[in-house]
């Protein structure tokens, strides 16, 4: 390209961009459009030549007013390009350029809805037009925009051109990568143009289907299923039976997964899909479940012979083990057996991989030898297990289930997985068992002595799964008998807490965080109940929670400190809700009182901040609990009262309690001192403080929520009441420790910068109170901390404007990559200035 044209082409691509009418004459399209393919197939790149075709192109495709000609003329310019990326050796970009031409496609579909943005009075009316013709004879074919015509013919020979039946690898290729295209657009067009994209292909899917090629079978099914999804036709539901009948036993495996996968309601291809599928489990168990049918009988021989092959044998097992749980709910109208034979059939399945003789002895040997010991298979026999366990009859399995799943258990040579899936898999069983008496004695002492064994496994891996087990069974509640009350599982399968407490002890000690973890949690699970009856706590309940409270403040892995804040949280919420808040403290609520300061001050100071938003959220609890029945709390940090307009003028003012001057007011009053003293004993009004300038923005957000809630609570506004009563004095009086170093400090930072222009009149007032009240700490304690009153402070820390600030994002700005990136950048920049005003912090949502 001359020097002249290529000056001259962005000129030109303005004033095509801007034409917001079709161009006096067309033809010059077509000329322009000759010129760009002589250039391309003369070698020449047009985009490395002219990069103004790039900012063209974006222009026409995102003005909703470009002439419909000069948009065809653009989509022209890179048609041939996006084809030869779909079959590009890349699968992103194959895949990206599929999308891109389904796109494309799709836009040169006629216009059936109402309502099109960007268009004119008269084009509205004539869109009404259209899709009133439309849903008035639905069956009358609409026309395709005759300006998208050539786009949509060069797609449709492109598809004509590129699919037949592969003779190399090459070819291979770009036929797979061809039928997935194919399968995109159908299943996105409408009528005209799925049924002018379907009569261009047909007769080469067809030539595809007869070939057998293997490697086509999973993009041939899916484009005859987008092509089901709309109005059936006769020649594709032929092609459909002939995947379903006559193709090898493998790929027939494969598109009886797929038709299923699709979700179509044809009875008649969902049975005989079915049919094959369940076909491999038969043949490996040898129990002939399925009985005589023809058809099946016809697939059974050739389906043998390709099961001999040791990795057709795993590869087509496999399959079928991941269809049975849909299958396994169907209709039994569609089943050609009953869903309990299914599951005996998984469980003969099962025992053969681990080398159990006994259940193959029907079967032939050359198939089932070569299940035995494989881990895939068993794997995905267990999670079929799981899936079934709530089938009709599976509830006449239980025994040979649990026997079966304690032999798996038992088994030396089971993997780490395998084990975890047949736990996963008798916790499912368990929990849809009504009655638990068929569980004999010796099912028990074996279950008892494998939980044990696994509990001390080399690999931690099992360990870890085997403290999520006890866990799951402390949860459940299950019962012994029909008339009988119902009793947490472990206690049914394991005898109780004299069997599982020692564990989950003995797992706290365990080298791997996961472990501990895990043992943390199910030991919220399986021995809170006990806890809750109100008994004095005994040497093992303090010995626990000593321990738990070391893992908080010496647990080098978040893992572990994270559940040791759930547990409290646990346990705490499961003593508020069994006891009344008129009832005395029990010996064992002491205990829990006792360690709950221990675990607000150590996890507000944790480094990692999932354990400081979990420790806020026992806080809540803490509030919650306190203002039990209190008119003006509102439970929860996000149920907050609704906040002025975010750039309204928030006045500074001071928040103190409404005052009525009667009796029963003043005892409102005192009972929320007392309230407001044990929320201060307790640490929870420190802890919120702390969270309220922590670094890490979730933790700042859930305590500034807090705090505004707490703020309403106490000292409300004053709503103009000049008077301010003897009570409300008091409650200003109640204060806080603000310690000499850590958050404290910034804390300190914020209320002397509010409070500047009387900072030292309300100093030393404060400083008097805290002395008149708090005197008999002694010296030594007002030396090394100084107290703040809380209303003053929940009034002064400008907790709506960091509100407004904590709760967006950086996607107030603008909402895109680009802004995230601009904002890093800005951020590191800022940081690097000295004289960066408060206020101009940059928010950057790093969560």
Known sequence: MDRECVSLLPRVCEVLAASGSSLPDDTILEKLLDWFTALTEAGESLLEACPCLLEFISAVIHDTASAPGVLSFTLRHFIEPLLQLQTDTSLFVASAANQMLSHVLLFCQPVSSIGCNGTNKKEDEQNTSVSKAVVENPAEPMEINQDCTAVVDAISEYLKRALGVPKGSAQLHQCQQTLRLLALLLGQTKPPLHD??????????????????????????????????????????????????????????????????????????????????????????????????????????????????????????????????????????????????????????????????????????????????????????????????????????????????????????????????????????????????????????????????RACDMRWEVRDSTMEFLGHLGAMRVCRAPAEQACDASEALLGGCCCTTPLLREALQDPESYVRASAIKALAQTVMHSWQEGAAPTQEQTEIVTRLLEILSQDTEGFARRAVVKFFIAWFSSHTSHTPPSSPASPSCSLLMQSVRSVLSRGCADLDWEVKVHTLELAELLLDKAFLGHGSYTKGSDARPAQPHAYAVMPDRAYTLHTHGDTRAQDAESDLVDVLKSLVEQGVISALLSGLVDCDRPVALKACRLLITLRVTVCPASQGDPDVSDATATVARVSCELPRAGWAQEIRKILGVRTEANAERDLNALNATSFEDHSEEGASAVSHCERVSVCEALGSLGLDDRLEILSRSSDHVHNSPLSLLQDILTASTSHTHSNTQPGQEVIVDCY
């Open 196 to 453: 002018k994209l379907l009569q261009t292909v047909t007769a080469s899917l067809e030539e595809m289907v007869a070939a057998d090629c293997s490697e086509l079978t999973l993009p041939l099914m899916d484009v005859i299923l987008a092509a089901c999804s709309r109005v059936p036709d006769q020649r594709i539901t032929r092609l459909l039976t002939f995947m379903l009948n006559v193709r090898k036993p493998a790929d027939l495996v494969h598109a009886a997964a797929a038709f299923l996968r699709g979700g179509h309601h044809d009875r008649v291809h969902t049975a005989q899909s079915v049919r094959l599928l369940l076909l491999p489990l038969d043949i490996i168990s040898g129990q002939n479940r399925l009985g005589t049918n023809t058809a099946g009988d016809m697939h059974r021989f050739a389906m043998t012979e390709q099961l001999k092959s040791k990795t057709s044998c795993i590869s087509m097992t496999s399959v079928c083990l991941t269809n049975i749980p849909q299958i396994a709910h169907m209709d039994p109208d569609c089943l050609p057996c009953a869903p309990d034979l299914i599951v005996s059939g998984i469980l003969s399945l099962l025992r053969i991989c681990s080398g159990d003789s006994s259940s193959s002895a029907a079967g032939c040997s050359e198939v089932f030898r070569n299940v035995i010991g494989s881990g895939k298979v068993q794997k995905c026999a267990l999670e079929a297990l799981t899936a079934v366990s709530n089938s009709p009859g599976a509830n006449g399995k239980l025994t040979d289930v649990l026997t079966l799943l304690i032999q798996y258990l038992d088994d030396p040579d089971s993997d780490p997985t395998v084990l975890h899936k047949s736990y996963q898999a008798l916790v499912k069983w368990m929990s849809v068992c009504t009655d638990v008496s068929f569980i004999t004695d010796q099912l028990r002492h074996d279950l008892v002595q494998v939980v044990k064994k």
